[in-house]
């Protein structure tokens, strides 16, 4: 398999890689457009051409995985080769599988996010409903007992009532994850905090959930409360969550 | 279009015989529309998937792209300036520079 096919079938995979294509060399055996895969253990798929060459390869390849940072490196002398980090997209759990779930899920599939729809009403939570994603009817407690959690899962909360927020968010709060957020009135979503904090969830935890949900941009309807949800995961993904409530601070959203 | 995208189609157009360029951001100075990693693929038609920025410096990559397809056959490194004057005609005034890869894919 050439290293272009050996890259789609990794992300296919969602194995996390770094594609190393030599951009300048000075040396007249190493060909610009070179390229060697190299993974998050340091094992190396293909060769950039020479043996040193590989093995300085494989050691500035661990250290960019680390900062996750696309970049042109100096392998040697007069070599420089663009590392693209490629990690497993980001996935995006949706609770609750009502009308707003539907444009949403469009929007985040068109933005690259994998998703994963759940509700505990079959009916909802209907692949016909929402193409192209994981659909699952279950038990909100019990799916998201079983579900992987990582640095690249985004969660939005937007169950039919606050007893079943209150179920997400008690069984996802502990878990590592790069977004929360919570859909609700102020009030809603207050009751919610209160409830999570009887059952003696830190404050420090609870300021980590974005509600109420989405950017401020005076969303009325389904489809443009989805687009502020999405815009904030645009957000939260590029420039980071502090950007996120920063743009919240602003018109003075700050629970 | 996201990585997995135009991986993918890159893997697709392969299957099918077409001859390609994929231009990739391995470098930018100063304002840029896109950030290192943005990636486009030419086909030897002038097909274009993804996008390296728009407008900025896009006819620049695809005269690239089609002089590495069609002629030379090797990759190039080209630098795109994004420093143009405000009130240039259809200056690109972004205020960075940036340095596209841009490489023929051959079947």
């Known amino acids: ?255 | 279009m996201n990585d997995k995208e135009i991986y993918q189609k890159l893997a697709e157009l392969k299957d099918q015989g077409i001859a390609v360029c994929l231009a990739t951001i391995v470098d930018t100075v100063g304002s840029t529309p896109r950030e290192a990693g943005a990636k486009m693929i030419i086909c030897a038609d002038g097909t274009l998937y993804g996008s390296v920025g728009g407008g900025c410096g896009e006819s620049e990559v695809r005269s690239s792209a089609l002089r590495s397809i069609l002629t030379t056959r090797k990759p190039e490194l080209i630098e795109i300036n994004l420093t143009d004057d405000i009130g240039t005609r259809e200056g690109d005034v972004c205020g960075g520079t940036m340095q596209i890869f841009v490489e023929p894919l051959m079947s």
Do not use: W
């Open chain 1, 1 to 255: 398999m050439d290293i272009m096919a050996r890259a789609a079938d990794l992300m296919e995979k969602e194995i996390p890689f770094c594609l190393a294509t030599v951009v300048v060399s000075a040396l007249p055996e190493i060909q610009p457009g070179r390229k060697a895969i190299v993974l998050e253990d340091g094992s190396l798929e293909g060769s950039l051409g020479t043996e040193s060459l590989d093995i300085k390869l494989s050691g500035l390849a661990l250290k960019a995985f680390k900062n996750k940072k696309r970049q042109l490196v100096e392998i040697d002398d007069g070599v420089q080769a663009f590392f693209d980090i490629l990690t497993s997209d980001a996935r995006l759990v949706v609770c609750g599988a009502g009308h707003i779930a539907v444009p949403l899920v469009r929007f985040a599939r068109s933005i690259g996010f994998r998703v994963i729809v759940l509700d505990d009403r079959a009916d909802f939570a209907n692949p016909l409903r929402f193409p192209d994603c994981e659909v699952i009817a279950e038990d909100f407690t019990l799916a998201l007992r079983e579900m992987a959690f990582g640095p690249s899962t985004y969660v939005v909360v937007i169950t039919r009532g606050h007893v079943h927020d209150v179920d997400c968010l008690t069984e996802i709060l502990g878990k590592k994850m790069a977004y929360v957020g919570l859909i609700g009135s102020r009030r809603r979503v207050r009751i919610v905090l209160e409830i999570l904090e009887k059952q003696g969830f830190s404050r420090k935890h609870l300021k980590k959930v974005f509600t109420p949900i989405g950017l401020p941009i005076g969303a009325e309807s389904p489809e443009e409360i989805a687009l502020s949800i999405v815009s904030e995961l645009v957000c939260v993904r590029r420039k980071g969550p502090a950007q996120a409530k920063t743009l919240r601070a602003a018109v003075g959203i700050d629970l």
